[in-house]
């Protein structure tokens, strides 16, 4: 490899100085490109397609989990007949139209989803600004002067512009994470290696790990329970919110007002004695010692290991900054390369010990708001060094993390960060769709003090709603319980859960007929409502109508065979009605 490396940093030596005079010559053109009308697509995509789902089961089966969601691909991901571009022009075209679909797209498309088309990437895949050379940088719907950030930026561009319900990108050091965090969207890093990266063209294969996008946290909780193929589990709530104070600092975005904001939803949620403070820097040099010695320049290696010889070969033109960081990476011996892996395995160790099976960590996601198209904020020592602080926790670890938006802090999107164990997605999946109302409604007071909850939408009022009416349930407050779902119901009509959620309250309260009607309105709106099925099936045992009752409690066993309420009911309902 070291001839190769050294033949590859040699015939661009002459090139260097002229490369960096084009990066120059582009900020010039900020001004004019701004001027420019937005494109319909916000510069997103850079290929259209159509990847259909199969069509329904027949019921009493229960439709594709991602039914009638449609998704786009940031263009890494293999679709059979489509080349993967890598965001290079010269690597498509020196590749092949891919032979296969990769498989976590097939998963999705089966799961029910439509899958629309592919996404800009930055080059390689490494850019954490979301800026491209080869092709016009995504226009970022959250703010539009602004970078869009991440190399997956034009995946987070197409969920922030509403153009699709969710999409794929990879994060190697912040790819998903930061361009979620400045389009304002939420943005999920599974743990590393969980999800097969097969079908992914890599860029450093102990960082890369599957993302995706989504504006909602059902919908990212969706996507999840298809993409790792999660089985039925109780939800679990998280018993400690570990603030990492001293990385809380890294920001400069209000730091404490968000604190604040999470402190508030965890306090309301979870109790105060779930909130715990620690200083991540100093536990992480006490637990991972040779941590400091780990360098940046190790992904670098991993990226000339897989795509050397095509640059040696293709000899393709390439953005100066990373032309620069191939210039500084060194050839690694295989003791130092045993070395970053022990020191990979470490921090994921000290990680879980921290939070264990039931903690989240707290950090922000990126040290700034989005800086405007064409700053050299981002290219500084001080921005670079905070935000590699920032991104390299999971990077590093292996561990989940979930972007989430706060709103906005100088019309510029602000979010925080949650991250859980190695392993622990389907436990962030559900702690970020637990906090999420919760978090809106403390951002908007928090973030602007004026504001008021009237200013949030109707639909995360109706999210409030809920989780007042479901901390009513849990306080055994039942007709205030049913008042707060009623108040969800009027703000949004067309969610069945909150349907489901007051018939469980009318339940307690021997509203039967009540309990029926909301019921069968809830799998009106969503016929996989396992609880809804459930609820009905005791209201209508309750009412002597065991034959509907059997049914609702075998319809619940064919969408979650292991429910052993499902079988209990319904096998003692069956002796009953056979009687």
């Not at 906090?435 to 928090?446: D, G, H, P, R, V």
């Amino acid at each position: 490899m070291q001839p190769k490396r050294r033949h590859i940093l040699a015939s661009r030596a002459s090139k260097l100085c002229v490369l960096l005079g084009l990066g120059l010559a582009g900020v010039l053109l900020v001004t004019k490109k701004l001027k420019k009308r937005v494109r319909e697509d916000f510069g997103a995509f850079i290929e259209k397609l159509l990847l259909l789902p199969p069509p329904q089961p027949a019921p009493p089966k229960a439709p594709h989990p991602l039914t009638a969601l449609s998704f786009a691909l940031s263009d890494l991901f293999d679709v059979k007949g489509y080349v993967s571009g890598f965001g290079h022009p010269d690597w498509i075209r020196t590749h092949e139209a891919a032979a296969s679909t990769s498989p976590v797209v097939s998963v999705l498309v089966e799961g029910g989803a439509t899958c629309v088309g592919k996404t800009v990437v930055g080059e390689f895949a490494f850019s954490i600004s979301g800026e491209t050379k080869h092709y016009d940088t995504p226009t970022n719907p959250a703010a539009p002067a602004h970078i869009p950030g991440g190399a997956c930026s034009g995946a987070a561009v197409a969920v922030s512009a509403n153009l699709v319900d969710f999409s794929l990108g990879i994060d190697t050091v912040g790819g998903v994470r930061a361009a979620a965090g400045y389009c304002g969207v939420l943005g999920f890093r599974s743990s590393q290696g969980i999800v097969s990266n097969a079908g992914i063209i890599p860029v450093s294969s102990s960082l890369d790990a599957v993302g995706w996008f989504a504006r909602d946290p059902n919908t990212l909780r969706r996507v999840g329970h298809v993409i790792l193929q999660l089985p039925f589990e109780a939800q679990r709530n998280p018993r400690q919110i570990i603030l990492a104070d001293d990385y809380l600092q890294f920001s400069k975005v209000l730091v404490d007002r968000i604190k604040q904001v999470v402190i508030k939803s965890a306090e309301k949620l979870f109790g105060r004695q779930a909130l715990k403070h620690e200083n991540l820097e100093k536990y992480l040099e006490a637990k991972v010692p040779s941590l400091k010695e780990f360098c940046r320049e190790s992904q670098w290696h991993e990226f000339l290991q897989n795509h050397g010889d095509w640059i040696n070969t293709v000899n393709p033109s390439i953005d100066p900054a990373v032309y620069s960081q191939l210039c500084k990476t060194p050839e690694l011996t295989d003791e130092e390369i045993e070395n970053l892996n022990a020191v990979r395995n470490q921090m994921r160790v000290a990680i879980g010990s921290l939070l264990k099976d039931d903690g989240i960590l707290v950090i922000p996601t990126m040290p700034s708001v989005p800086p405007k198209l064409g700053s050299k904020e981002i290219m500084s020592e001080d921005y670079q060094n905070r935000a590699s602080s920032l991104l390299c926790v999971a990077s590093i670890s292996g561990c989940c993390q979930v972007t989430v938006p706060l709103g906005k802090h100088d019309k510029c999107p602000v979010s925080v960060s949650l991250i859980a164990r190695h392993g622990g997605d389907r436990f962030l999946l559900d702690t970020v769709q637990k906090m999420y109302a919760s978090l809106q409604e403390n951002s908007t007071l928090m973030v602007n003090p004026k504001s008021s909850i009237n200013t949030i939408s109707q639909e995360e009022s109706a999210e409030i709603a809920k989780e007042k009416g479901n901390q009513a349930f849990k306080e055994k407050q039942w007709q205030k319980a049913i008042g707060m779902y009623s108040e969800a119901i009027k703000l949004n009509d067309k969610n069945g859960t909150y349907y489901s959620n007051r018939a469980a309250a009318y339940l307690e309260l021997g509203s039967f007929r009540q309990a029926e009607a909301d019921c069968t309105k809830a799998l009106a709106l969503d016929k996989k409502n396992i609880k809804a099925y459930l609820r009905r099936g005791t209201a209508r045992e309750m009412l002597g109508n065991f034959k509907e009752a059997i049914d609702d409690f075998s319809y619940a066993l064919v969408l979650e065979p292991n429910n052993k309420r499902a079988a209990l009911s319904a096998d003692r309902l069956g002796k009953v009605f056979l009687q």
